[in-house]
């Protein structure tokens, strides 16, 4: 199965929290052929370590840790580009969703996983507004 993560749940691979474990099972119970992630997966991905890390809620070193085993896995998966033609997608959702609150880095995941629609079996999202979102837009989410 081919599958889109958002940084919601991609995080949650890498650092136990709420929802980790329903994650875990998941894995576990399907065959995942390709991981695809939007670029920005790897930008909000550091940003949510060191939010931890600012929470005192992991340590510094850590955090190196877990973003150099993030690093260390990139050839995992498949990072869709940021481009002009994915960036105009992105623009046009605020203004679809903007109104549901969708905002600037959501808007780029949601059209990093309307860009793969058609190879995707599953989006997989821990936030409820893109989760609705992705539903509205035809993309099957977990």
């Known amino acids: 199965m081919k599958v889109f993560l958002d940084t919601s749940s991609l995080f949650k691979l890498y650092h136990y929290e709420s929802g980790t474990d329903e ?4 894995f576990e119970s399907t065959k995942i052929d390709q991981i695809y992630l939007s670029e920005i997966a790897k930008i909000e991905f550091n940003s949510a370590i060191w939010k931890k ?3 005192k809620l992991l340590s510094s070193e ?3 840790i877990l973003i150099s085993c993030f690093t260390d896995d990139y050839s995992k998966f498949v990072f869709i580009d940021l481009s002009n033609e ?4 992105a623009k046009d959702l605020v203004v679809k969703y903007g109104n549901k609150g969708l905002r600037t880095l959501d ?3 949601l059209a990093s996983a309307i860009s793969v629609k058609s190879d995707i079996k599953l989006a997989i999202t821990s ?4 989760s609705a979102i992705m539903t509205l837009e035809e993309i099957g989410i977990k």
């Open 23 to 26: 994650l875990d099972s998941f």
């Open 53 to 55: 890390v600012r929470q």
């Open 62 to 64: 850590n955090a190196e």
């Open 86 to 89: 994915l960036a105009n997608v």
């Open 107 to 109: 808007s780029i995941q």
């Open 127 to 130: 936030d409820d507004l893109l």
